[in-house]
Structures are given as C-alpha cells and as structure tokens.
Nanobody
Framework: QVQLVESGGGLVQPGGSLRLSCAASGRIFSIYNMAWNRQAPGKQRELVATITIGGRTNYADSVKGRFTISRDNAKNTVWLQMNSLSPEDTAVYYC?????????????WGQGTQVTVSS
C-alpha cells in the first residue's frame, strides 16, 4: 500500500511564502513524475508544476517565477516553495506521483492541503 502525505498548508498574507511537502511511503520501486495540482472553490483542478525523475521542471504560467518545485529521490519527497503569494493562489493543493510498484506504474494522490492567502 502506497501512501502520500502532504503538509505545509495554512493561512498566509498576500506577498508571503509557504512551503508544501509531500512524502510517499510504502512498497515503492521508483517514482517517475511528481507534480503539484490545485483546486480553487468553484474551479476545476489545475496542474501547477511538475518535475521529472531527472529533475526537469515545468510550471503553469500563473506561477512561473514565484513557485519552485523540487524533489529528493532518496526520500521519495516533493516540495513546492511558493513565494509572492496572492489571493488567487488560494486553493487546496494536491501532490501527485507516478510510482512504480509491483503491478507496474500507478498514479497516486495526496489528501490535499489547504492554502489560504488573505489579509
């Protein structure tokens, strides 16, 4: 059984920063792409950032220059450093990983962590 556990969300003022983390545990052979997604109230879930096993990153235009995704393959962990936050970044943030398990590569999601940007 593979589990993803997120942490780091909370309430922050506009212009502030937060760092989200997501750690995978269980019978894991390897983790390929890792990603962060978010879903704001009344909106569809959107992809925020991705990072490949080799460290190549990609970002949504709305967060480029403000957010940084990183990973530690030895710790099966991905982070999202969020700077210059604005109220438009308020959402539930979900991590997502493509994990090689005994049956093959499967998609796993974290439980979500709330990020609220408000004064």
């Amino acid at each position: 059984q593979v589990q993803l556990v997120e942490s780091g969300g909370g309430l922050v003022q506009p212009g502030g920063s937060l760092r989200l983390s997501c750690a995978a545990s269980g019978r894991i052979f390897s983790i390929y792409n890792m990603a962060w997604n978010r879903q704001a109230p009344g909106k569809q879930r959107e992809l925020v950032a991705t990072i490949t096993i080799g460290g190549r990153t990609n970002y949504a235009d709305s967060v480029k220059g403000r957010f940084t995704i990183s990973r530690d393959n030895a710790k099966n962990t991905v982070w999202l450093q969020m700077n210059s936050l604005s109220p438009e970044d308020t959402a539930v943030y979900y991590c997502n990983m493509a994990i090689l398990v005994g049956r093959g590569v499967e998609d796993y999601w974290g439980q979500g962590t709330q990020v609220t940007v408000s004064s």
